[in-house]
C-alpha cells in the first residue's frame, strides 16, 4: 500500500519540505510534503513510461534530494502493485543514503498498512552498512511484531558477515522478545556450517532463547537432511528429544510425507532414512506430530496415506479429524471422500465430523447434502454432529433437525443438547418444545426436563 497520503488521514503532511513529527512516541517519522497539484482538472499526474525514469536501476543511482521529491510525486499515483513497487525501490535507495530515516519512514508506513517488505528491505539495507546501529534501532521499535522482525533481518544480516559479534550482541538486547529474535536469527548461518555444532551452542543458552534456537536450526537441518537431524535428536537426552521431536515431524512430514511416517511407526532402515526410533512415548509424539501436521496441511494426502496398507490401523481414529480439516477446505470433497470409506466407524465419525464443520461454516448447503444422504445409522451420525453445531446459536433449528434423527437414543440426545442451549435465553418456548414433542416418550421429556 502506498505511502501516507493515500493510506490515511492518521499521519498529517507537513510544509514546507520533510519534517519530523512524532507520531509513535520514540519513533519519529519523516514525512515528505504533499505534491503540488499543477491542474485540478486533469486528476493526479503520473508518468507515462514508468520503464524508463522509474525503473528500479534508474531510482538506485538517485541523490537524496530526487527520492524525497520522488516520493512526493509517487503519491499522487493511484494505489497498486505498480506504485507499491516504485516505492519500495525508493526507500530501498533512501536507505543507502539515509538509513535511519527510510526505515522510520518504512516503519511508519507498515504500521499504516504497506506491506511489510518495506520495511524488512530497508532494514537489510541499513544493516549492510552498520549491523550495529541497525540492530539497536529495531530493537527500540514500539510494536512487538515489527521489532522482532526488524531484529531477525538486523542479526541475520550482521551474523552472516560476523556471527561471534553478533550472538554476542543479541544476548545483550534489553528485551527478552528482541533477544530471542535475535538469538534465532544468528542460528541459521551458524547451521549452514555445522549443523551438529550448532545445536551443541544452541544448547548451551539460557532460558527461553534456547529451544527457539534449537527449533531454528533443527528445522534448518530438516530441511536439507532429515534423515541425519533425526539421528542426532534420538542421540540426545530424553528431555532434548521431547522437546523437540514435535519440530522434527511437522517440518519432516512437510517435506517428505512417507519416509517421516515410516521412520515415526519404526519402520524404516539404512541411513538414507537415520537411524531407526526406539518405541515409546517419543516415538509416540513424532508420529502422532507428523500425522497431525500432515493432516493440516494436505489432507487429500493424508486420506491416501490412510487408506494404504501403512496408514489402515489409524484410520477409524483419524477419520474425523481429517474429516473435519478437509471440510474447511472442500466441503464436497470431505462429503465424498467420508461417504465411501468401507469401515463403518470410521465413516460414521467421518461424516458426523464433515456434518458439524459445514453446519459451522454453511448450514444451509450442509443441511441440503444431510438430506441427500440416504436413511439409517450414517445419516443419524451426520445429523447429530449437525445438530451440536447448530445449537451454539440456533438452538430451536437445531431441535427441529434432531426430531428428524430416526434411532431413539442419538434423536433424544441430540434434543437435549439443544435444549439446554435453548434454555438459556428462552426456557419457557424450550419447555414447551420438549412437552409437545410426539417424537418423545414421556420418560424421555421427563429425563431432558429435569
Not at 60 to 65: A, D, E, N, R, T
Not at 83 to 94: I, N, Q, S
Not at 146 to 166: C, E, P
Amino acid at each position: 500500500m502506498l505511502g501516507f497520503i493515500i493510506r490515511g488521514p492518521v499521519l498529517k503532511l507537513q510544509e514546507p519540505g520533510f519534517q519530523i513529527q512524532d507520531s509513535f512516541n520514540t519513533n519519529p517519522v519523516l514525512i515528505p510534503p504533499p505534491a503540488k497539484q499543477t491542474s485540478t482538472k486533469a486528476g493526479p499526474q503520473r508518468v507515462s513510461d514508468p520503464s524508463r525514469e522509474w525503473d528500479e536501476k534508474s531510482i538506485q543511482s538517485l541523490p537524496l534530494k530526487e527520492i524525497k521529491a520522488r516520493l512526493t510525486r509517487l503519491s499522487t499515483w493511484p494505489p497498486g502493485p505498480e506504485a507499491d513497487r516504485v516505492e519500495r525501490w525508493l526507500v530501498k535507495r533512501w536507505a543507502a543514503l539515509e538509513p535511519r530515516e527510510a526505515c522510520q519512514y518504512a516503519y511508519a508506513a507498515v504500521l499504516q498498512g504497506a506491506e511489510t517488505s518495506l520495511l524488512e528491505e530497508s532494514v537489510r539495507v541499513w544493516a549492510e552498512i552498520s549491523p550495529a546501529m541497525a540492530s539497536n534501532w529495531a530493537a527500540s521499535l514500539d510494536s512487538p511484531s515489527l521489532r522482532n522482525l526488524a531484529v531477525g533481518i538486523a542479526f541475520q544480516v550482521w551474523a552472516g558477515r560476523d556471527a561471534s559479534a553478533a550472538a554476542q550482541a543479541a544476548s545483550k538486547l534489553r528485551s527478552a522478545s528482541a533477544r530471542t529474535a535475535a538469538t534465532v536469527a544468528v542460528a541459521p548461518p551458524q547451521a549452514r556450517k555445522n549443523f551438529s555444532a550448532a545445536m551443541d551452542w544452541a544448547r548451551s543458552l539460557p532460558g527461553a532463547k534456547r529451544q527457539k534456537t534449537l527449533e531454528e536450526i533443527l528445522g534448518e537441518w530438516t530441511k536439507r537432511d532429515p534423515a541425519a537431524a533425526a539421528s542426532w535428536l534420538i542421540s540426545q537426552p530424553g528431555d532434548v528429544q521431547w522437546s523437540l521431536v514435535g519440530k522434527l515431524a511437522a517440518d519432516w512430514v512437510r517435506k517428505d510425507p512417507a519416509t517421516a511416517l515410516a521412520w515415526g511407526q519404526g519402520n524404516s532402515r539404512g541411513l538414507e532414512t537415520g537411524s531407526e526410533m526406539a518405541p515409546g512415548p517419543v516415538q509416540r509424539k513424532f508420529f502422532e506430530a507428523a500425522l497431525a501436521n500432515l493432516i493440516s496441511a494436505d489432507p487429500e494426502a493424508a486420506a491416501a496415506w490412510l487408506n494404504s496398507p501403512a496408514g489402515q490401523p489409524y484410520l477409524e481414529t483419524r477419520a474425523a479429524p481429517l474429516a473435519g480439516r478437509w471440510t474447511t477446505l472442500d466441503p464436497q470433497e470431505a462429503a465424498a471422500w467420508a461417504v465411501n470409506l468401507p469401515d463403518a466407524k470410521a465413516r460414521n465419525a467421518a461424516l458426523g465430523a464433515v456434518a458439524g464443520t459445514w453446519g459451522r461454516i454453511e448450514p444451509q448447503e450442509a443441511g441440503r447434502w444431510i438430506t441427500s444422504l440416504p436413511l439409517g445409522a450414517t445419516r443419524d451420525s451426520a445429523l447429530a454432529a449437525y445438530c451440536n453445531a447448530l445449537a451454539a446459536y440456533d438452538a430451536p433449528v437445531a431441535a427441529a433437525w434432531a426430531n428428524t434423527i430416526s434411532q431413539a437414543a442419538p434423536r433424544e440426545a441430540a434434543i437435549t443438547a439443544a435444549f439446554k442451549q435453548w434454555s438459556r435465553y428462552d426456557p419457557g418456548a424450550a419447555r414447551i418444545f420438549i412437552l409437545q414433542n410426539p417424537t418423545l416418550s414421556p420418560a424421555a421429556q421427563k429425563r431432558i426436563l429435569q
